[in-house]
């Protein structure tokens, strides 16, 4: 016999000693030799639906403890509503633990998505997001930037009692505000940290003795700042006053 048939043959008895070792592993690891019993879930549940994650994991345990694929867990876990992260484990014999992190939203990240407290940028769950969160429109490369700016800009207008609801960052690199009321603040570019805080103090002072909105502030200026104020509220009428006369005896 030449050295392809001793090959051959070699080959041919592998396969037959092979088929029935493989016949018994799968009988020695099947499902209903080693089931899935239990399943630890670990999370803040502040926002994510344990229900929906126990609905999520359990179509993948079938398979039992030996056959389970834990990447598949973990694909169906961080597509459910306010999972950031998700970290699956195989605890033998009978168990799988999976530990969840939650997006902590801060801030609308324009139309559709949110900004989580990580820098974090994912879509708007279905059943939509916590009321009073501010609006962030800029590059999703800037995330970080946008998150710097409006924590300054918020403090610096807090103490002032006004409330930071928008900020905008152009594509040219320029900076805006929307307060609470609706006023527009322009910083422009290059700094707008320094005019912020310079602007701040200065607008608080302002609407102590203004009885006018203010509309819109251009910070854009070397030494100075221009406002414009919207009209003044129509003072309340006095209420009319009323005279009982009473007839007089003789």
């Known amino acids: 016999m030449n050295s392809l048939g001793r090959v051959i043959v070699l080959a041919l008895a592998l396969m037959l000693v092979a088929l029935p070792l493989v016949a018994v592993l799968n009988g020695w ?9 239990q399943l630890r879930l670990t999370a803040d549940y502040q926002r994510v639906d344990a229900d929906a994650v126990r609905e999520a994991v359990t179509p993948h345990l079938a398979g039992g403890f030996f056959a389970v694929s834990l990447e ?14 998700a970290e699956v484990r195989k605890q033998f014999p ?3 633990e999976i530990s969840i992190r939650e997006h902590v939203p801060v801030a609308h990240w324009g139309d559709g998505r949110l ?10 769950p279905a059943a939509g997001a916590p009321e009073g969160l501010p609006v962030f429109e800029a590059d999703d490369r800037r995330s970080q ?4 700016v409006h924590d300054m ?13 928008l900020v905008k960052l152009s594509a040219r690199g320029s900076w805006s ?39 819109r502030a251009d910070l854009r200026y070397a ?28």
């Open 223 to 250: 030494n100075g700042f221009a406002l414009r104020w919207g009209e003044a509220p129509a003072p309340e009428a006095a209420p009319s006053a009323s005279i009982d006369f009473k007839e007089q005896g003789a």
């Open 94 to 96: 009978d168990r799988i």
């Open 29 to 37: 690891f099947a499902s209903e030799r080693w089931p899935l019993r």
């Open 72 to 85: 598949d867990i973990h694909a169906a876990v961080v597509a459910i509503d306010w999972v950031a992260e």
């Open 115 to 124: 900004l989580s407290a990580a820098g974090q940028i994912f879509p708007l």
């Open 153 to 165: 800009a918020e403090q610096a207008f807090t103490t002032q009692g006004l409330q930071v609801e």
């Open 145 to 148: 930037d946008v998150v710097r």
């Open 177 to 215: 505000f929307r307060l609470g009321g609706g006023a527009i603040v322009m910083a422009g570019r290059g700094d707008p940290e320094r005019r912020v805080t310079r602007f701040a103090p200065l607008l608080g002072e302002l609407l102590q003795h203004e009885l006018r909105p203010l509309v």
